[in-house]
């Protein structure tokens, strides 16, 4: 199936992430989804080239499941949201970090919308397929390494609340694609020292 997102929407919605919680000044896990968007002009396919921008020091990944949206959707209650969802598929929300936080002057849209920063697939998935979407691993490799190794358990907020938020705040179209955030492992987060991607680097998600 070709997927052409309308609308690519990102979620900050994951425990344990206090890489996240400090860079973004947050002192508290978020009582409601913390939402942003990406340009739909990154979206690139799942083995396309990420191309490193100009200025970036600080390339970095995220495994994401994403959650596509079957059709127009307005004020659903959380208890139909998933009527709405038509199937799954993997996202790496790739993201300048630098651009996100500091030299985007905290406009996170600068740090994840760099062409080529969305790769999706191969696969959608069918929501008759995935029974429970709170039940699924993810994790993500560079060079083989396994940096990213959790679960969609420790999301903050289900599948249907953020489909149903969203609703709240704008209209959903079919195709659209909420990215519903990342478990820990991303490169800024390493310790002692933050890893970040280099050309040459191959990245895998599952």
Known sequence: ??????????????????????????????????????????IIGPNDKVR??????????????????????SYVSEASAMDSVVGYVAVNDVSERHFQFNGGAGQWIKGKSPDTFAPVGPWLVTKDEIPDPQNLAMWLEVDDHRYQDGSTRTMIFSVAHLVSHCSRYMTLLPGDVIATGTPPGVGAGVKPNPVFLKPGNVMRVG
């Open 52 to 73: 490193v921008p100009r200025g970036s020091e600080q390339t970095d990944w995220e495994v994401e499941l994403g959650v596509v949206i079957g059709k127009r959707t």
């Open 1 to 42: 199936i070709a997927l052409t997102a309308v609308m690519l929407l990102e979620i900050w919605n994951w425990t344990p992430f206090p890489f996240i919680i400090l860079l973004a000044g947050l002192s508290a896990i978020p009582k409601e989804p913390i939402v942003f968007m990406k340009h739909t002009g990154c």
